[in-house]
C-alpha cells in the first residue's frame, strides 16, 4: 500500500511539472508572437551597396567634408519607391558612383517628428488621412513652390545644404546614371536635364520603364503658406 501511495505521488508531481512546462512554453510563444524581433531586411536601406544616412547626420558629415547630396524620399506605401530600391539603388555602378561624389540620405516623407536640420525646425502637417513633413516638401517642391507632391522623388543639395531641384518618378539605373552626373559634374548650371540627356551617352544599358516613371501620389496640395519652417 505504501509502494502504491508513493508512486501516485511521484506521478501527481510529473504530471505537474510537465503543466509547467507547457504552460512556460505557451507563454513564451505568446510574447514572441506580440513582440516579434524586428526584421531587419524590411528597412529599405539594410544590405544596400549605397552607403545610406538619415537626415540627422548629414550636418555633421557635411562639417568634416563637404559633398552634394542625393535624398530618396519615400513613404512606406509606395510601391515603385521599393522597387527603386531592389533594381536601381542595387546597382554596382550606381552605387559607386553616390558612394564617392555624394552623401546618400534615406527621407521618409511621411515622418511624423519635428526634424531640427540646417538651423530650423521641420514640422509634420497633416492633411486629411495623411500628411508630409514640411522638410520633405520642401526638397520636393522648393521653398516657395505649390503643388503635388509624388513618390519616389529623388531632391539633390549643393555643398552648402541648399536645394538645387528634385525629380519626381521612378527612375531605372541609366536614368539615375544621366540624373546623378548632372548634378554631380555641375551640369545643372548650364542646362536643363533634358538639354544634358540629348548628348548624354550612359555607360549602363538603357532598361524600359513603361508607366513607372509616374510618381505615386499622395493627393495633396501644399499652399505656399505651409512650406515655410520655423526658424
Not at 105 to 111: D, L, P
Not at 136 to 164: K, S, V
Not at 174 to 202: G, H, V, W
Amino acid at each position: 500500500m505504501k509502494q502504491l501511495i508513493t508512486l501516485s505521488a511521484v506521478f501527481i508531481l510529473l504530471l505537474s511539472a510537465c503543466n509547467r512546462q507547457e504552460d512556460n512554453n505557451t507563454a513564451n510563444n505568446t510574447q514572441q508572437t506580440t513582440n516579434p524581433k524586428p526584421n531587419m531586411a524590411s528597412n529599405p536601406a539594410e544590405a544596400s551597396l549605397i552607403n545610406w544616412i538619415g537626415i540627422e547626420e548629414l550636418e555633421a558629415k557635411m562639417k568634416q567634408e563637404p559633398r552634394k547630396v542625393v535624398v530618396d524620399l519615400y513613404t512606406d506605401w509606395c510601391g515603385w519607391c521599393k522597387r527603386m530600391d531592389k533594381a536601381t539603388f542595387q546597382h554596382p555602378d550606381v552605387a559607386d558612383y553616390i558612394n564617392k561624389n555624394f552623401y546618400a540620405v534615406k527621407f521618409n516623407a511621411e515622418n511624423p517628428n519635428t526634424i531640427s536640420f540646417n538651423g530650423k525646425q521641420w514640422e509634420f502637417m497633416q492633411n486629411g488621412r495623411r500628411g508630409t513633413n514640411r522638410l520633405a516638401a520642401t526638397l520636393i517642391l522648393g521653398e516657395n513652390a505649390t503643388g503635388r507632391i509624388g513618390y519616389p522623388t529623388i531632391a539633390f543639395m549643393d555643398e552648402n545644404l541648399q536645394r538645387i531641384n528634385a525629380f519626381p518618378g521612378y527612375k531605372t539605373p541609366d536614368k539615375f546614371e544621366a540624373l546623378m552626373k548632372y548634378i554631380a559634374q555641375n551640369e545643372y548650371k548650364k542646362q536643363s536635364l533634358e538639354q544634358f540627356m540629348r548628348t548624354f551617352t550612359p555607360t549602363i544599358p538603357p532598361q524600359a520603364t513603361g508607366s513607372a516613371n509616374i510618381p505615386q501620389r499622395n493627393d495633396i496640395t501644399l499652399p505656399v503658406n505651409k512650406l515655410r519652417s520655423k526658424s
